[in-house]
């Protein structure tokens, strides 16, 4: 007998090891007396941060290698099996070439390498780090983000200054205090009324997207909305359908730049007319289940899966996301 799917896996960004320890935020010398034996994730202007080339851990670095004591910039990012973790900027050094590999939607990219380390983004490489990696340049990624979009105080416009190791500002004129911020927004897989978890599910592409790629709709939340309301009025505006049945799968952090994706599942009548947002969504339609269960077996080759019945390709969104989990769980699952 078929059950509702649920998500088979953690998100892969959801994925973390490290204790973040809040209180050691407020604790300078607790945090000063471990900082010799602390390693640091760097992230350069891009954001990208350094692995071992064929492994899945970041390179970090030593903490004594920035000083002896936390520099003014340090981002305390939490702590793990008794080592203080930290996130700096800094740069590829030495002699640089590049590697080929499929980064996010399987895509084919130019890597940074030298030293035997590559100089990876979050969205593409992400889904290859171990527990602990993706916890931290996740973390570290969306301070990043926070910080270069908080320079000025919200209030009154003045410089802001770091405080708590990272996870606070302070602004200079009146010493108003921001934290960082998360958008919530809600992401959607909308399977038709066949069985209990459908035979075809709707997928749409947007108009900046390269050509065959598809993913279930998604959409921010509003000001004084619920998130099942966000559901419902997303997929009326993205897609012309109503859905019903709003059920809650799991949730992601992605820090591009600031959001959290709280993923859902809703049902739609398969008849209804699909009517694509003009200048939002260039097309929306209907996918068997055995052509996304075949775009899954053809994922590695980086080739295009023929949609049946149709003129499209469909390309799978990147191994980082919570959109590709959730299309593993639908399409695994029994209709």
């Known amino acids: 007998m078929s059950v509702p799917f649920e998500l088979g896996a953690l998100p892969t960004l959801s994925r973390s090891t490290v204790d973040r320890q809040e209180t050691l935020r ?23 941060t350094p692995v071992v080339e064929g492994g899945s851990a970041l390179a ?66 992400g889904e290859r780090l171990d527990d602990t990696s993706a916890g931290l340049f996740t973390t570290a990624q969306a301070l990043r983000h926070w910080r270069r979009r908080s320079r000025f105080c919200a209030r009154d416009g003045s410089p802001t200054q770091l405080i708590q190791f990272g996870w606070a500002s302070r602004c200079e004129a009146k010493g108003h205090e921001e934290y960082p911020r998360t958008d919530p927004a809600v992401i959607c897989l909308v399977h038709d009324l066949d069985g209990v978890n459908g035979s075809h599910v709707l997928l749409a592409r947007q108009p900046i997207w390269p050509p065959d790629r598809y993913s279930v709709l998604a959409g921010f939340v509003e000001a004084g909305e619920s998130l099942e309301g966000c559901v419902v009025r997303e997929i009326r505006e993205e897609a012309g359908i109503e859905v019903g049945d709003v059920r809650y799968l799991g949730s992601q952090p992605w820090p591009f730049p600031r959001s959290i994706m709280l993923g859902f599942t809703a049902r739609a009548d398969r008849d209804a007319q699909l009517v694509p947002a003009e200048g939002e969504i260039e097309e929306a339609l209907w996918v068997s289940r055995e052509d996304v269960r075949a775009a899954f077996r053809n994922a590695g080759s980086g080739l295009p899966t ?16 919570i959109a590709r989990v959730m299309l593993k769980a639908w399409a695994e699952a029994e209709e």
Request: aromatic residues 8%; charged residues 25%.
């Open 306 to 321: 023929p949609i049946a019945g149709g003129a499209s390709n469909l390309l799978l969104p990147g191994n980082s996301s």
């Open 26 to 48: 407020t604790n300078p010398e607790r945090l000063a007396a471990k900082w010799s034996e602390a390693r640091v994730v760097l992230l350069d202007d891009t954001g990208r």
């Open 60 to 125: 970090t670095r030593k903490a004594m290698d920035f000083g002896t004591e936390p520099p003014a910039d340090a981002v305390f990012l939490g702590e793990w099996e008794d080592v203080d973790y930290w996130s700096l900027p800094g740069s590829i050094e030495g002699d640089v070439d590049s590697v080929r590999l499929a980064g996010s939607w399987g895509v084919i990219e130019e890597v940074p390498r030298a030293n035997g380390e590559l100089w990876v983004e979050l969205r593409g490489y």
